[in-house]
């Protein structure tokens, strides 16, 4: 079988970390997504044909860029006998904390895998989106890059050999995504962590993260509400993001399970059951307001299918 000519593939956003998984949890946010069209070309390599959408100021340069640094990871393993053209269209903001550097190098993958004779699985797929999205963030991690591809809420194990488990969303639960209008770069969010951990902080948050999954599995709600707490990143972060800890407060004050930083922030997320969605993400809203900062906000059910294939030409 040959692979098409041309293929565009969406990615969505995704919140990282979810609190208690540093850099190995994620859920994605179907809401805002990225596109990248791949085309077949006769010169090797990767080029950057356009960047379009809400994209600021990103590199042109493929290895400069997560889209582009992806795909020529990919190229380096796979060796197809084409290069590759990329149109990247942003539909996540930048520094906002959702993902946007994984979802453009996944759908990148995700578009430029159509391209091939023979297409490879997705656990495959998400090792060239991790070098990409290293060119990002400074640092090789999965905890957007796996559920933009795979979608829901994952899990993902290792880094060279990485194992992704799809972990129950609890019944009637969703995610309120607030995005306020600031910047924050992911690697300055990364910089001002301590790389040391105080081992009763260890051990605090190594039972956050083994509760929190357990009572997604076991919809125990209870569990989910006593171990919804970062007790090592978040203190070390917040006071990047303006307003947090009144967002944070309103958010509980208004029945959420728990409140945390979207990834790197500067966006804010909560659970909270669907009868309480709605109040929860106005009143994070309005903390965000009192302190004059306007936001984006939606209110998902966490469930969204990864990255796909919308369009290619044979
Ligand atoms: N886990 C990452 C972080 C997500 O918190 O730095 C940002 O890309």
Not at 48 to 73: D, F, H, M, W, Y
Not at 88 to 106: D, N, Q, Y
Not at 123 to 148: C, F, R, T, W
Request: neutral net charge.
């Amino acid at each position: 079988m040959s692979g098409a000519r041309r293929a565009t593939a969406f990615a969505p956003a995704s919140v990282g970390n979810v609190a208690v998984g540093f850099d190995i949890l994620g859920f994605a946010v179907e809401t805002l997504g990225d596109r990248v069209s791949a085309s077949r070309a006769a010169a090797p390599g990767v080029a950057i044909k356009a960047i379009s959408g809400i994209a600021g100021e990103l590199p042109i340069i493929a290895a400069q860029n997560t889209a582009g640094r992806a795909v020529e990871a990919m190229i380096e393993a796979l060796s197809p006998g084409f290069g590759v053209e990329l149109r990247i269209e942003k539909g996540i903001p930048l520094g906002s904390g959702l993902g946007g550097s994984a979802a453009s190098a996944v759908a990148a993958v995700a578009a430029a895998n159509a391209l091939l004779d023979a297409p490879r699985e997705k656990i495959e797929l998400l090792k060239y989106a991790m070098q990409g999205e290293a060119v990002a963030s400074g640092s090789l991690h999965v905890d957007n890059i796996a559920p933009s591809l795979f979608g829901g809420l994952v899990l993902t194990v290792g880094i060279d050999h990485p194992r992704v488990k799809q972990i129950p969303i609890p019944t009637g639960m969703r995610a309120v995504v607030v995005h306020p209008h600031l910047y924050l770069a992911t690697k300055e969010a990364r910089a001002v962590l301590n790389r040391k951990v105080d081992l009763a902080d260890f051990v605090w948050q190594s039972a956050n993260l083994a509760g929190f999954i357990s009572g997604c599995y076991t919809n125990d709600l209870d569990m989910i509400r006593a171990s919804f707490e970062d007790v090592i990143i978040e203190p070390q972060r917040q006071s990047l993001i303006p307003a947090f800890a009144d967002v944070r407060g309103a958010a509980m004050a208004a029945n959420a399970l728990g409140c945390s930083i979207s990834g790197a922030g500067p966006t804010i997320f909560a659970w909270a059951l669907e009868s309480d969605a709605a109040r929860v993400r106005a009143a994070m809203r309005a903390a965000f307001a009192a302190k004059t900062i306007e936001t984006d906000a939606w209110v998902i059910d966490m469930t969204a299918p990864g990255a796909r294939v919308i369009d290619q030409a044979p």
